[in-house]
């Protein structure tokens, strides 16, 4: 089974930036699309940012772009999110996702994903 854990959540001040880190173990295979997304309580789940197969197509929020960045290793079933300017509103919960579903774009819906990891807490407060 697949399994995927995240890390490297914090409490940081706004403008600070953070990184987050994202493991799959369980044999995932190689072609499949990972993406991240946050969540603070009362609310939907919400797509940050996505990132193909072979790291070729990316996706990200109109709320994160442009300060913040998808990254991945193939060959070590690693994805990162790169977190720059932050701002009190990106306080939530992360979580890293995984499908093997093949799609023409990065799919922007959590049910769309078949894995998830535990969450890891982002902070941003002054």
């Known amino acids: 089974q697949v399994q995927l854990v995240e890390s490297g959540g914090g409490l940081v001040q706004p403008g600070d930036s953070l990184g987050l880190s994202c493991a799959a173990s369980g044999g995932p295979g190689s072609t499949y699309t990972m993406g991240w997304f946050r969540q603070t309580l009362g609310k939907e789940r919400e797509f940050v940012a996505g990132?193909?197969?072979?790291?070729?197509?990316?996706n990200y929020a109109d709320a994160v772009k442009g300060r913040f960045f998808i990254s991945r290793v193939p060959t070590k079933n690693l994805v990162y999110l790169h977190m720059n300017s932050l701002k009190p509103e990106d306080t939530a919960v992360y979580y890293c996702?995984?499908?093997?579903?093949?799609?023409?774009?990065?799919?922007?819906?959590?049910?769309?994903?078949?894995?998830w990891g535990q969450g890891t807490q982002v902070t941003v407060s002054s």
């Open positions: 990132i193909s197969w072979n790291g070729g197509r990316t």
């Open positions: 996702a995984l499908t093997r579903r093949l799609a023409d774009t990065i799919p922007l819906l959590a049910n769309e994903y078949e894995y």
